[in-house]
């Protein structure tokens, strides 16, 4: 009986990680438990040895009781679309996506206050409503020490006012956001950076392309195979009704990673094609 080839994939990135954590089965023994895969899969009308049938190595494996769970997490991680590490994948675009921000970020000069958010903050109920820009909402905040988190809430909320430190409401220091632009330019020297530099751009981008290909690989592998895994996991009378459970929530624990990581990626391809919150334009103010 043929075994397919990606539970020998499987099965070489097992021996590969019970070696690294200190478990030796040998060459014959793993021959021999190949050797009763093949037998699991034929009792269950099977023309090959699927990778469910994997799953019966967690029996197998171990030498003492206290290996036993180390090899269990080790086995459903790799049956799950052949180990495929969502958590790795998220952390990576996380990285991706503060190293961006960090480009964009800019330290203000000098805190900036927001009037109309301080009077919003004074009533005893209601809020500031949601951002437009998916995974880019408007901080619900009264200041302001850093130039991004400023930008992003003018464009949600253009009609408010500022003060320059934490005056709040003060009806003198009530100036638009192109006054608070052109006294930081007068005062300070300082411009908004309303785009990656041409370098950093395309450095990111490089990065982007390759984590959403990750991204394409894992959602094929993971949402097209829970399609008809219920099916699988009933008709293998080889996994336990626990096994079961536990594979079915190892999946919508992946498919969840899945939705936050497309989430982030389309965070980080709207700071890279210049969306409209980074095309704020900064009229400069007629002082008399």
Known sequence: MPVDPEVRTIIRG???????????VSDRR?????????????????TSVDRMTVVLLQHMLWDLPEQKETIR?????????????????KQNVLDLRNSVYSCLQQELP????????????????GGLKSSRFAGMTAPKKLTFNNALDLLKHHTEFPSHTYS?????????????????AEQFRRRYGFEFKLSLDYGDKKLYEKEYEHLEERLNYFRKH?????KALEETLRENIWIS????????VKYHSKNTDIYEIAGHLNEI???LEKPKIFDVEIEEIKVA
């Open 269 to 271: 391809r709207a700071l």
């Open 241 to 248: 009704g626990q096994d079961s459970k536990e594979i079915l």
């Open 222 to 226: 993971v949402q097209e195979e829970e």
């Open 110 to 125: 000098d805190l900036v206050s927001c009037n109309k958010c301080f009077e919003e903050e004074k009533k005893p109920a």
């Open 73 to 89: 997490k080790l086995i459903l991680d790799r049956v799950i679309s052949g180990g495929t590490d969502t958590g790795k994948l």
């Open 14 to 24: 097992l021996r590969r990680e019970l070696k690294n954590s200190n478990i030796f």
């Open 30 to 46: 793993w021959k021999k438990i190949i050797n009763v895969l093949r037998v699991a899969s034929a009792v269950n009308g099977h």
């Open 164 to 180: 320059l430190g934490l005056d709040y409401g003060n009806t003198n220091g009530s100036l638009t956001f192109e006054t608070v």
